[in-house]
């Protein structure tokens, strides 16, 4: 079945790095576009990034650009969100998430930005 | 950037209640719009797409209206599974979430 699965969350310092995965399985993964979206506790969702199917247009919220790289590798069916400079408010869940219409999405890994 | 405000944040409701939530967008989206279901703990769950799409496996009693502006959801007959927050997602442009309507036990 149609299935995308999150991994990377953890806890890290203010500034420093993470880089999340999201592996797919069950569809054609280089035929789409994918999301990642966040939920920081207790608080709704919000949109953070967009990649094209084939990697070449990316979009950001803008309290992410020039912090946040999202990529992906068609052969390996994997999507990433690089997170740099992060902060205490990132905190967050993090959900990839399939298609322009965000049909399919994961369980969520959690990112906590804490010294 | 495209807003949606969504109402009621919360509300209080008894099983079997007809319950109604309202998306509104800043500006017309077709029908561009999902809802969706997030209970504690796990992540949001689509019952609606394109406006007024049921997707499958997803109980009848739901059921979604509107275009370019002004949108609805409404659960018929409020299960004690339907607690939970519902979202609704624009996906027009660059996508946005309401706020978020957490129905909750009365």
């Known amino acids: 079945q149609v299935q995308v699965v999150e991994s990377g969350g953890g806890v890290v310092q203010p500034g420093r790095s993470l880089r999340l995965s999201c592996a797919a399985s069950g569809f054609t993964f280089s035929s789409y576009g994918m999301h990642w979206v966040r939920q920081a506790p207790g608080k709704g969702l919000e949109w953070v990034a967009v990649i094209s199917y084939d990697g070449s247009n990316k979009y950001y919220t803008d309290s992410v650009k020039g912090r946040f790289t999202i990529s992906r590798d068609n052969s390996k069916n994997t999507l990433y969100l690089q997170m740099n400079s992060l902060r205490a408010e990132d905190t967050a869940v993090y959900y990839c998430?399939?298609?322009?219409?965000?049909?399919?999405w994961g369980q969520g890994t959690l990112v906590t930005v804490s010294s | 950037d495209i807003q949606m405000t969504q109402s009621p944040s919360s509300l209080s409701a008894s099983v079997g209640d007809r319950v109604t939530i309202t998306c509104r967008a800043s500006q017309g989206i077709r029908n561009d719009l999902g809802w969706y279901q997030q209970k504690p703990g796990k992540a949001p769950k689509r019952l609606i797409y394109a406006a007024s799409s049921l997707q499958s496996g997803v109980p009848s009693r739901f059921s979604g209206s509107g275009s370019e502006t002004e949108f609805t959801l409404t659960i018929s007959s409020l299960q004690p599974e339907d607690f939970a927050t519902y979202y609704c997602l624009q996906h027009n442009s660059y996508p946005s979430f309401g706020g978020g309507t957490k129905v909750e036990i009365k």
């Open positions: 998430a399939k298609d322009s219409d965000l049909d399919t």
